[in-house]
């Protein structure tokens, strides 16, 4: 067999090319905004070759990952669920914590975030749930609830420790169950059982949330207060009460603060990014001369899009915002030209995952948004996180692949049978 070109990077051209835009991207700006990682590790190149070889990886996940038929994808569903349920029970009860949020599991020397896995596997769940179950006039009764089954108590191990994230997907699956013909009316309701739950988890996130005083007399919000006694299990549950009531009270205070009181030791992720934003202009500074990225937390993961619009300015902020639209715009094209139900649902949600994240992210970095700690899909430094991202690329890919068989005459023999 002769290896090409084509051979190897098949599927859609339009969603590699936006893949390698946005890896491209990551490379220059995660190595224009790992100035602390440099500094830290005495190591001018380490960091940024540490992300090549991840985004590396990942290009090599994106290449086997297409070459696999979506439907050996409904193979893998059962077994990715048990995966997801074993390891979130795994984080939450004797996770790695970084940066305050348990959210990591080592295995075998090797750390990653379950709620990754957990991510794509409610994706590929819901979508083989609402392809099995399509009739003419929509979705039989009972897809609603399967659904529930399956997402829900996924989701609410994932809240725990990651409440953006189980945000993320509640989003996700919504939108999947609208394209999937799920009835409104189901739909309607849960979305105002979801607001009446998040009204109750709000009051009680805003009771349990602990204040501590600091030595110079101020009072902060702290996600538990250290006590000598190990934690009860509700102490476990809810310790990141007080990073939620922190975050939700800044973001609701719309109380004006002049430049010179605005406190930056206190409100560091905020008041950086909104300076980085407010000083890039239309073209912005050009790639390697942030002057926030050395003082900006997190400037190479959460706050990346900050540090873009720094350094690239209003067009190239709006150009990475297009190119996260662009590539939901291209699944939902791809899923037009399936034949089969699994894959459209599947490109479907995937595309819906990605990009939801990215706004999320974005809407965070120029404060329309509180403060959720999710990273720029495929742009932000990370591991586990950029690596799944990439196989969900690469299964995306698949479907473009199985989706580029469906020849002109099916279509014409498909609208013959559904006019006779």
């Not at 009316?185 to 009446?196: F, H, M, R, T």
């Not at 719309?254 to 930056?264: G, I, M, R, S, Y």
Request: with cysteine; glycine share 10%.
């Amino acid at each position: 067999m002769k290896i090409s070109i084509g051979n190897i990077f098949k599927g859609d051209k339009v969603i590699w090319m936006i893949f390698f835009f946005l890896c491209i991207v990551s490379l220059i700006e995660v190595f224009s905004s790992s100035s602390t990682l440099t500094y830290n590790k005495a190591s001018y190149w380490g960091p940024i070759f540490k992300h090549g070889g991840i985004l590396f990886a990942g290009l090599i996940c994106v290449v086997i990952v297409q070459n696999i038929d979506c439907k050996y994808f409904k193979i893998a569903t059962i077994f990715l669920i048990l995966l997801s349920v074993i390891t979130l029970l795994w984080v939450l009860m004797a996770g790695q914590s970084t940066n305050g949020a348990q959210r990591w599991v080592s295995f075998f020397g090797v750390q990653f975030q379950p709620s990754e896995i957990a991510k794509g596997t409610i994706v590929l769940a819901v979508a083989q749930i609402l392809s099995a179950m399509q009739t003419e006039n929509g979705t039989e009764e009972k897809t609603f609830k399967y659904i529930m089954t399956i997402s829900v108590p996924l989701m609410v191990l994932i809240m725990f420790e990651n409440l953006s994230t189980a945000m993320l997907i509640g989003v996700v699956v919504v939108g999947m169950m609208f394209f999937g013909r799920v009835s409104k009316k189901k739909i309607g309701k849960l979305i105002g059982g979801v607001a009446l739950v998040g009204v109750v988890l709000l009051m009680l996130v805003m009771l349990v949330g602990k204040e501590e005083t600091v030595p110079n007399g101020k009072n902060v919000l702290t996600e538990q207060v250290e006590k000598k006694e190990s934690p009860g299990l509700f102490d476990k549950i809810f310790h990141r009460a007080g990073t939620w009531k922190g975050r939700i009270l800044k973001f609701v205070n719309n109380e004006e603060v002049a430049p010179n009181d605005f406190d930056l030791d206190k409100d560091s992720q905020v008041g950086h990014a909104n300076i980085a934003i407010a000083s890039s202009g239309f073209i912005g500074k050009g790639p390697g001369n942030s002057e926030e990225r050395d003082l900006l937390p997190q400037a190479f993961s959460d706050f990346i899009y900050a540090i873009i619009i720094e350094e690239l300015g209003l067009i190239g902020g709006i150009f990475i915002m297009l190119l996260y639209i662009f590539l939901l715009w291209r699944a939902g094209r791809i899923a037009e030209r399936c034949v089969n139900n699994f894959p459209a649902f599947l490109i479907m949600g995937l595309a819906l995952l990605l990009v939801t994240q990215a706004m999320f992210n974005m809407m965070v970095a120029v404060g329309l948004a509180p403060v959720t700690g999710q990273p720029l899909p495929l742009i932000s430094k990370g591991g586990t996180s950029t690596v799944i991202n990439c196989m969900y690329i690469g299964a995306m890919l698949s479907v473009s692949i199985s989706a580029k068989k469906k020849k002109p005459i099916n279509r014409l023999e498909t609208e013959k049978i559904k006019t006779s």
